[in-house]
């Protein structure tokens, strides 16, 4: 069983960046495509961006694209999802997942594990 545990929410302003950190225990990364979703109060789960286990091919949200990178380190058993030029419609509880279905997968039901969020809160 795969534990997650995120880190790295806070607040800032708009335009600033912020590097959350999403650290595995229980089983190795590399066994796992990695995803970062989010949760606005009020609103449905939204895919972020996830990278794959094998090949670290990455898949971001046309909202994020070009603003926000994920990337993992094998050696520390850790996924990051790098946030540039934050907006506040950023703001949400960002949630890292992990799953063993092959392929790049957007929708939340085919993610296995979950960590319990860390908030990130822009303002304007």
């Known amino acids: 069983q795969v534990q997650l545990v995120e880190t790295g929410g806070g607040l800032l302003q708009a335009g600033g960046s912020l590097r959350l950190s999403c650290a595995a225990s229980?089983?190795?990364?590399?066994?796992?495509?990695m995803a970062w979703f989010r949760q606005a109060p009020g609103k449905k789960r939204e895919f972020v961006a996830t990278i794959g286990r094998s090949d670290s091919s990455t898949l971001y949200a046309d909202s994020v694209k070009g603003r926000f990178t994920i990337w993992r380190d094998i050696t520390k058993n850790t996924a990051y999802l790098q946030m540039n030029s934050l907006k506040p419609e950023d703001t949400a509880v960002y949630l890292c997942?992990?799953?063993?279905?092959?392929?790049?997968?957007?929708?939340?039901?085919?993610?296995?594990?979950w960590g319990q969020g860390t908030q990130v809160t822009v303002s304007s």
């Open positions: 229980g089983g190795a990364l590399n066994r796992y495509n």
């Open positions: 997942a992990a799953t063993s279905v092959l392929g790049l997968a957007t929708n939340e039901y085919v993610y296995d594990y």
